[in-house]
T-cell receptor, first 113, second 113 residues
């Protein structure tokens, strides 16, 4: 069974640009969540989708958005990039309506210059 | 905000020794999961323990959960150089909507050959 797949693995963007990150969950998993990891703030929850609906949102500005498609694949978008958005973005998927084991992808390393 | 606090922040041991790290949290949980992260990469799921469980084993890993003390411990027995990584605990709070995991700050483990 394939794991959680995130693309791209690495990304370099300029301040003010926007970026879209993609995540394919484990087959059969309908809960997809996103996390940001930085040295200063650690691992922080961005949002979670279940059956194409955003079920939970973390404390991030509106520049961070996401969506989930009918095949459970998810994308997150960051608009008007700031230097502080440089981070490792991790996607996770879970079955059992989100109450089971949660598996993470390899992450997308975003660098904003 | 971080629900979990991990202790110690860093641990250095010799190959073959056991490594123990602890995680404390603040509110009632549905489950607690432990993850390993090698430098700059994704999170590898190690084990999930539910609030009604006290101990679980997986290979060289042993996890305990004490809900009365709101704490968990991860023991790695007979450590290997390949166990060098950061270890994180993540809690799913009992009142959480969906699958929002809250992470601790992590324990950096160095296993010296």
């Amino acid at each position: 069974k394939a794991g959680v797949t995130q693309t791209p693995r690495y990304l370099i963007k300029t301040r003010g640009q926007q970026v879209t990150l993609s995540c394919s969950p484990i087959s059969g998993h309908r809960s997809v969540s996103w996390y940001q990891q930085t040295p200063g703030q650690g691992l922080q929850f961005l949002f979670e989708y279940f059956s194409e609906t955003q079920r939970n949102k973390g404390n991030f500005p509106g520049r961070f958005s996401g969506r989930q498609f009918s095949n459970s694949r998810s994308e997150m978008n960051v608009s008007t990039l700031e230097l502080g958005d440089s981070a490792l973005y991790l996607c996770a998927s879970s079955s059992d309506r989100g109450r089971g084991d949660t598996f993470f992808g390899q992450g997308t390393r975003l660098t904003v210059v | 905000s971080q629900q979990g606090e991990e202790d110690p922040q860093a641990l250095s041991i010799q190959e073959g020794e056991n490594a123990t790290m602890n995680c404390s949290y603040k509110t009632s949980i549905n489950n607690l999961q432990w993850y390993r992260q090698n430098s700059g990469r994704g999170l590898v799921h190690l084990i999930l323990i539910r609030s009604n469980e006290r101990e679980k084993h997986s290979g060289r890993l042993r996890v305990t959960l004490d809900t009365s003390k709101k704490s968990s411990s991860l023991l790695i027995t007979a450590s290997r150089a390949a166990d060098t990584a950061s270890y994180f605990c993540a809690t799913l709070m009992i009142k959480a909507a969906g699958n929002k995991l809250t992470f601790g700050g992590g324990t950096r483990v160095l296993v010296k050959p």
